[in-house]
């Protein structure tokens, strides 16, 4: 019998990280979760997953979770960067402390941890490191310009990495989300409206933020990236990329074959015609307030 596998998953606390971390140790995998909110992980302790406290802008936290893994269990199998967050805004209204923090958050601290774990899989001539990307590492949209940098970061720095260990046993893979219900998306338009809702940007911060809120009614379960990324942790090839969500594939299939401009020219649609459908939501909702106040 295969020996269970040794796992640390980041960003662990919800979501798409708290779902995978469930499946992976319904699987007999020696799970470790590891978030800055420890206590939203109580659920993750009673399934038997080990529970680590983390900040990934913090290196004394990053550090402390490897020595404690590698202390208890003497190896590491599979390292998951799955933490991060959305910071939208127009560049130029994003205060540049904003900026970093997002390039700290979603790549400085996935390059670090993985830096902290490569000796340990160098040792053990094997290890797997699956970087959770996003559809945004190959598309854009406007106001998104720091957000999306930071995917269109780990995009590039992942394929590198993956040419760079390949000859030590390491395999790295990329996992890229559409649309998924979580709370990402709902931090997303609050930010973006509260850094552009008021300023030149207006018009088009009100339009994207339209976009962001129809996630919640349209976006898949995070279960769908969850159940992807269990298949780059077993797949015995695993692929460089995975994506699946809502839109996935035709976003990324517009950018294959659709010129610059052209997908420019798309991706306003796309958002005109979401900005659209909540005003006729909203519209209808309100109508049917005063139907109700009416009878």
């Given at each position: 019998?295969?020996?269970?596998?040794?796992?640390l998953?980041?960003?662990?606390?919800?979501?798409?990280?708290?779902?995978?971390?469930?499946?992976?140790?319904?699987q007999?995998?020696?799970?470790?979760?590891?978030?800055?909110?420890?206590?939203?992980m109580t659920?993750?302790?009673a399934?038997?997953?080990?529970?680590?406290?983390?900040?990934?802008?913090d290196?004394?936290?990053?550090?402390?979770?490897?020595?404690?893994?590698?202390?208890?269990?003497?190896?590491?199998?599979?390292?998951?960067?799955?933490?991060?967050?959305?910071?939208?805004?127009?560049?130029?209204?994003?205060?540049?402390a904003e900026?970093?923090?997002?390039?700290?958050v979603?790549v400085?601290?996935?390059?670090?941890?993985t830096?902290?774990?490569?000796?340990?899989?160098?040792?053990?001539?094997?290890?797997?490191i699956?970087?959770?990307?996003?559809?945004g590492?190959k598309?854009?949209?406007?106001?998104?310009?720091w957000?999306m940098?930071?995917?269109?970061?780990i995009?590039?720095?992942?394929?590198?990495?993956?040419?760079?260990?390949?000859?030590?046993?390491?395999?790295?893979?990329?996992?890229?989300?559409g649309?998924?219900?979580?709370?990402?998306?709902?931090i997303a338009?609050?930010?973006?409206?509260?850094?552009s809702?008021?300023?030149?940007?207006?018009?088009?911060?009100?339009?994207?933020?339209?976009?962001l809120s129809?996630?919640?009614q349209?976006?898949?379960?995070?279960g769908?990236?969850?159940?992807?990324?269990?298949?780059a942790?077993?797949?015995?090839?695993?692929?460089?990329?995975y994506?699946?969500g809502?839109?996935?594939?035709?976003?990324?299939?517009?950018?294959?074959?659709l010129s610059?401009?052209?997908f420019?020219?798309?991706?306003t649609?796309?958002?005109?015609?979401?900005?659209?459908?909540?005003?006729?939501?909203?519209?209808?909702?309100?109508?049917?307030?005063?139907?109700?106040?009416?009878?």
């Amino acid at each position: 019998m295969a020996k269970p596998r040794v796992i640390l998953i980041t960003g662990a606390s919800s979501g798409i990280g708290k779902a995978t971390a469930l499946k992976l140790q319904a699987q007999g995998n020696i799970v470790y979760g590891a978030a800055r909110r420890i206590e939203k992980m109580t659920d993750l302790a009673a399934a038997g997953v080990h529970v680590l406290k983390i900040d990934v802008t913090d290196e004394k936290t990053l550090i402390a979770a490897v020595e404690t893994i590698q202390a208890e269990q003497q190896r590491l199998d599979v390292l998951i960067n799955n933490a991060g967050y959305g910071s939208y805004g127009a560049l130029e209204d994003v205060p540049l402390a904003e900026g970093e923090y997002q390039f700290k958050v979603n790549v400085f601290g996935v390059m670090r941890l993985t830096q902290l774990v490569l000796p340990i899989m160098r040792a053990q001539h094997r290890g797997r490191i699956i970087n959770v990307s996003s559809i945004g590492g190959k598309i854009y949209q406007p106001l998104s310009a720091w957000y999306m940098g930071t995917k269109h970061a780990i995009e590039g720095m992942s394929d590198a990495l993956r040419m760079e260990v390949a000859p030590f046993g390491i395999d790295v893979s990329i996992i890229e989300p559409g649309g998924i219900k979580t709370e990402w998306a709902g931090i997303a338009e609050k930010k973006l409206l509260a850094v552009s809702g008021e300023t030149p940007y207006h018009e088009q911060a009100v339009k994207v933020g339209a976009m962001l809120s129809l996630f919640d009614q349209f976006a898949s379960n995070p279960g769908v990236i969850a159940k992807l990324m269990v298949r780059a942790v077993n797949d015995v090839k695993p692929k460089t990329r995975y994506h699946a969500g809502m839109g996935a594939g035709l976003s990324l299939s517009g950018r294959k074959w659709l010129s610059d401009r052209q997908f420019d020219w798309a991706m306003t649609k796309a958002i005109d015609g979401a900005a659209t459908l909540s005003r006729l939501e909203h519209h209808g909702q309100r109508a049917g307030k005063r139907h109700y106040r009416h009878n």
